[in-house]
């Protein structure tokens, strides 16, 4: 079935530790895009500006993503985001934002993107994601990301956001900031209390949680020691989950813990190279031999 | 098959944000051994000060724990650590060290000790570890823990450590500090290298990865929303998979991981009171029903 995203498009600068990328293709909207073309084909709301170059928008729509959601604002400018790992490839300092269009304009969806029976609401401001969320009709599954500035600066609207979600997806520190509760098991159940009917926590490095209210489990990320970029994990963590239910048609409690597998697997291909550049060289096949050993890693005789 | 292990016999103060306790049972071998304890007979060998209250001696006897390898020092008086946890429950300010006997007196093992096919050796200055060691009389399998404070100011004597030993347990830190290496995938892979077979990396919370020359693997902690003292998670760990591999009487992959887990549950209980508290009131029957718990957690269709 159909997924919605609605969700930044961006041109990001990278440092790492080891090397550096300038005006790469990034944004929430566009990994959780094209993690998510690995198993559905997916509808991309966002806006840009008049510098976008158009081969990014050619290379989504050599996946299975309808890009005609893609707002060009005439005389403005794309959100810009630049940013710098420190040795540990984990903690993040933001060295440079500029929203541009992405705080001017919000996302008007293409009639056929009302329809859409999954959406995902990358992360915004929560009227902004609520605003979106009004325009569609009928939705099967709504899944919410969110971040700390608008836990801090937008807690009335964000608790609106909740009772209107049925899945949130946030970190493992916004979690923490949310409930000021360090242990995680009891911050994701308060979450859910908060309103949406499932959890998930994303703990980078260390995998994520998901809680709902007949199960809390963690799966741990598939080890990887070529960490060259996390830019992106997060959302095609969420493109990944929320790909594979949409492709699937139904939540079950087994369909959403493949579908956090799936997450994990697609992010720990993300962060093995810059912007897409590392997804872009997989097939699915490549995430099923993967599934394969993860499987294996987490079984062991009774 | 009995199960030696070599190690600090302390009484403990404990801070936690919500609690404390005041001079408690503790020690990486009095911890280790109570959770082997589970699974196998346990040799312990340590030194006590002569203000060493001797219920505890009887308590650790009347599990299947053998203290006759318990040292009594004439006029001298037991190791003691006073350490506080901050918010997160995971790191830890240590107040006070006072290493009294354990600083003067090495372990001399009695006759029957030495004949141990299973060893742990926990953590100690490596030059000790080694003493202990040269005692034993042909281990089948040989496992110890380190610090970083070896690491910082005792290498040589460790590399010749790792040079003995078939595995070897440590933190996450203190991998990172081994290695410089801040991925633990490659941090795990890289002391490997140095000697051991196979290598744990301990990551609290997060669980635990293995590596040998074959697998590399991590295995999520149990959730537990009820964390009451951190105090003795690690050492529980090794004692519940050296247990477990001590009861099995091998130690083929599948029984390494199964191992792992074991380990991982006996420290999910033990950190949800002080001191040994948690782990006096279950049973083996309640470390099976967690591990199907574990199980069904970490499995999903294919």
């Not at 509808?43 to 989504?60: C, M």
């Not at 937008?154 to 609106?160: F, I």
């Not at 070529?226 to 997060?234: I, L, N, R, S």
């Not at 493949?258 to 093995?272: D, H, N, P, Q």
Request: aromatic letters at 10%; hydrophobic letters at 40%.
């Amino acid at each position: 079935m159909p997924l919605l995203v609605i969700g930044s498009v961006a041109l990001d600068s990278v440092h790492t530790p080891h090397d550096a990328r300038e005006d790469v293709l990034g944004g929430s909207a566009v990994f959780f895009s094209y993690a998510a073309s690995f198993f559905t084909s997916v509808r991309l709301s966002g806006v840009v500006g008049e510098d976008w170059p158009h081969e990014h928008t050619r290379f989504l729509q050599s996946r299975r993503i309808d890009t005609s959601g893609l707002q060009v604002v005439p005389g403005g400018k794309t959100f810009r985001w630049r940013g710098k790992y420190l040795a540990n490839m984990n903690d993040r300092e933001t060295l440079e934002v500029h929203l541009n269009v992405l705080g001017e304009v919000d996302p008007v969806l293409p009639d056929d993107f009302r329809r859409c029976p999954y959406v995902f609401l990358a992360n915004g401001a929560p009227q902004t994601q609520i605003k979106a969320l009004d325009q569609v009709v009928g939705p099967r599954l709504v899944v919410a990301d969110t971040m700390d500035l608008w836990i801090r600066e937008a807690h009335e609207d964000l608790m609106q956001l909740f009772r209107r979600v049925d899945g949130l997806v946030l970190n493992d520190s916004e979690a923490k900031l949310l409930t000021g509760d360090e242990n995680l098991v009891r911050a994701g159940q308060r979450i859910r209390e908060m309103g949406p009917k499932f959890v998930v926590i994303k703990k980078g490095e260390h995998g994520a949680m998901f809680f709902s209210q007949y199960e809390t489990y963690v799966l741990p990320a598939f080890p990887t020691e070529q960490v060259v970029d996390p830019t992106g994990a997060g959302d095609s963590f969420a493109g990944g989950m929320m790909g594979y239910l949409a492709e699937r048609g139904d939540f079950e409690p087994q369909s959403l813990k493949k579908a956090m597998a799936y997450g994990i697997l697609v992010a720990s291909f993300t962060v093995e190279d810059f912007s897409l550049e590392r997804l872009k060289n997989i097939t699915r096949e490549d995430l099923e031999f993967r599934l394969q050993q993860y499987q294996r890693m987490l079984s062991f005789e009774t």
